[in-house]
């Protein structure tokens, strides 16, 4: 953005002082009244930042949350390796090497991280882990987005029965024990299974988008700006897509994003209790199932390198929602 | 002329808590092709809702229960929702009072101004926005290509009005319906806009509803003029007839208490009272609360529009039955 250069005082710079100037006479610019309130700054040398648009101001503004870019860094170095890795290394997670078991981090260059009660590397296994982690937190916030969104843009706009009927389902999916729910549809459809875990996360955790999304909607289906589009002869449909929606997006992009670390978590516990991905595939709830044994044993680092990785994941991407937050809504700071 | 819009006997109410407002209670109006038709009142008086009303762009607690709008031979009032929308921004347009809000701030006003041309005519994208630009340029605004890629916040408040009408006119309706257009502006932003409604109409034919309570606008851009209060019309003549002799109490009132430059007057003329509580509207003449004559009648009957003096100018007064 452009230096504000610091005010000159006394009579201002061009013009006498007491004559009206001619910039008064005729239609007034943004630049032009920027001149009228800074006098001595050319509008030009202000011209530079006005022509950004929302979101690149946004980007600019992140970019500049030190703290943020840092986190986002660090999330772009774990989705590469969970993404890159395991492709090169193949099935390296499930090769059973009964002869190195139990063998200890950072002491050859085979398995770096060490290997695990059955002789698999860990490094290879944590990574494979972070897939699993990191495509239920995205599957399940997009079905966030798809239910929450959808009905709470419905309700917020359309108002009336409709939305007093939604928010009472709503109201019952909050109600709703989650746990129980899991085991519930586990055992109906016979088997722990990844795609279980990722519909019944997103069909009970969606309220949060739900609510905020409506309540967007009721503010936004007021402003003028709706009403005009409406006397252009936009359709209901138009207005919610075209102008509506993109004026929501900035808290439920923050909300999006926060809720993908919250599903990991959730993922991870669940794989504690053994109701996420089955075996021999890791996940970093999975792996961390002999929790007490190994805490207590000679193997601490079987524990602390799966949940490491979980509180470095769910932390960055915290941490980088909270700098869109901030890059959205600077007023919030 | 050829009448464009007929209001018949147009009835609007809305429902609130504690009752029924009867927002507009019995208008007719007419707007002859290529006129520009004034409509003043204070606020509260019905003058934004018959404009909402004649668009179908009512909340949903209220709506028409009674009357016509008669646009060329289609009643606006029965028309199917699909219809209404094909008219809307297209046969009739519509500027707001805020030119602030009254944009979307995620676009730009060459994308914007775009798509009100392309929702009613079969052309790409880059024919809409090539369209933009000529109606930028058509409202004065200088460099109208890099205005077009700019947001509305990079815009100051005229401008903004500017691009509104832009984007009402850029489907060359038929109808404009303009809502207190400057009042959000400031005294020489508003005497430009003005002078460039002025000649855009004459450049693309359209007749304007101008919505005011300015009657110094009214006196500057109107054919003709109706007066409104408490959701009728009192009064309706042309603008010289009204303001050389106006003849409802309602606006003799009006008129006398605007301030006159050159005359000294010790305290400025009001009008004693204020507008009824729309829920409790006193039956006969609305006015006669307020009115310094009280006519024999009208604290039982509403007086009808009649015309008085000549045929064009109409007064709905008990004092000259």
Redesign the interface.
Same mark, same amino acid.
């Given at each position: 953005m452009a230096q504000v250069p610091p005010l000159p005082f006394g009579p201002a710079a061009g013009g006498l002082p007491g004559a009206v100037p001619d910039h008064?006479?005729v239609?007034?610019?943004?630049d032009q009244?920027r001149a009228i309130a800074q006098p001595g700054v050319k509008a030009d040398e202000l011209a530079g930042a006005?022509?950004l $648009?929302?979101w690149r101001l946004a980007v600019i503004r992140f970019l500049h949350h030190r703290v943020a870019t840092g986190a986002l860094l660090i999330l772009g170095v774990i989705v590469l390796a969970a993404v890159v890795v395991p492709v090169i290394t193949g099935n390296l997670y499930s090769i059973q090497d009964y002869r190195h078991p139990y063998k200890a981090p950072f002491q050859s260059l085979q398995h770096i991280l060490g290997t695990d009660d059955l002789g698999r590397d860990e490094l290879a296994r944590l990574l494979r882990g972070a897939r699993v982690s990191l495509m239920v937190g995205i599957l399940a916030v997009v079905g966030y987005l798809i239910i929450g969104g959808g009905l709470g843009a419905l309700a917020g706009y359309y108002? $009336?029965w409709l939305d007093n009927a939604l928010m009472r389902f709503t109201d019952i999916i909050i109600s709703m024990p989650f746990l129980l729910v899991v085991i519930a549809v586990t055992a109906a459809t016979g088997g722990v299974r990844l795609s279980t875990v990722i519909i019944v996360i997103a069909a009970t955790g969606w309220f949060e988008i739900g609510r905020l999304m409506r309540a967007q909607f009721l503010v936004l289906r007021e402003?003028?700006?709706v009403?005009?589009?409406?006397?252009?002869?936009?359709?209901n449909t138009?207005i919610i897509i075209?102008?509506i929606l993109?004026?929501a997006l900035a808290p439920i992009i923050v909300s999006a994003t926060l809720g993908v670390s919250g599903i990991i978590l959730l993922e991870a516990a669940l794989g504690f209790l053994g109701y996420s991905i089955p075996p021999p595939e890791p996940s970093w709830g999975n792996m961390l199932q002999n929790f007490e044994e190994y805490l207590l044993s000679d193997h601490t680092y079987l524990v602390i390198f799966p949940a490491t990785a979980l509180v470095i994941t769910a932390l960055a991407i915290n941490l980088v929602g909270d700098g869109i937050r901030d890059a959205l809504d600077p007023r919030q700071r | 002329m050829s009448d464009l819009l007929r209001i018949e006997d147009l009835h609007t109410q809305f429902h609130v808590h504690g009752g029924t407002v009867k927002a507009v209670d019995g208008v007719n109006l007419t707007i002859p092709a290529k006129a520009t038709v004034g409509l003043v009142g204070e606020s509260g008086s019905g003058k934004s809702i018959t404009a909402l009303s004649i668009m179908r762009l009512l909340e949903k607690n209220g709506g028409i229960t009674g009357g016509h709008v008669w646009f060329h031979d289609r009643d606006l009032v029965a028309l199917p929702d699909e219809e209404m929308q094909e008219i809307r921004g297209n046969d009739i347009s519509m500027i707001f009072q805020e030119p602030m809000t009254a944009l979307n701030p995620v676009f730009t006003v060459g994308d914007q101004i775009a798509e009100a041309v392309r929702l009613h005519q079969k052309v790409g994208h880059q024919a809409g926005l090539d369209r933009a630009i000529e109606m930028l340029r058509l409202v004065g605004i200088s460099d109208p290509k890099r205005r077009a890629g700019q947001y509305p916040h990079e815009l100051s408040g005229g401008m903004r009005q500017r691009v509104m009408i832009a984007m009402a006119l850029s489907t060359s309706p038929e109808l404009l319906i303009a809502d207190e257009p400057t009042t959000a502006l400031d005294v020489t932003i508003q005497a430009q806009i003005l002078k460039l409604m002025r000649n855009l109409k004459g450049e693309f034919g359209s007749a304007i509803l101008l919505i005011t309570h300015d009657l110094g606008v009214v006196a500057e851009m109107c054919d003709s003029v109706a007066v409104m209060y408490a959701g009728r019309i009192v009064e309706q003549a042309s603008t010289e007839e009204l303001f050389a002799s106006p003849k409802h109490p309602y606006t003799q009132g009006l008129l006398a208490s605007i301030p006159r430059l050159g005359k000294r007057q010790e305290r400025l003329h009001v009008i004693a009272g204020s507008v009824p509580n729309p829920l409790a509207v006193p039956p006969g003449c609305a006015f006669r609360p307020r009115c310094p004559i009280k006519a024999a009648r009208s604290d039982r009957d509403i007086p009808a529009l009649k015309a008085n003096g000549s045929a064009e100018h109409l007064v709905a007064c008990w004092q000259y039955e």
């Open positions: 008064l006479s239609e007034t610019t943004v009244e006005p022509e $648009g929302f108002g $009336g402003q003028e700006f009403q005009a589009a409406r006397a252009l002869g936009a359709s138009r075209r102008h993109p004026n | -």
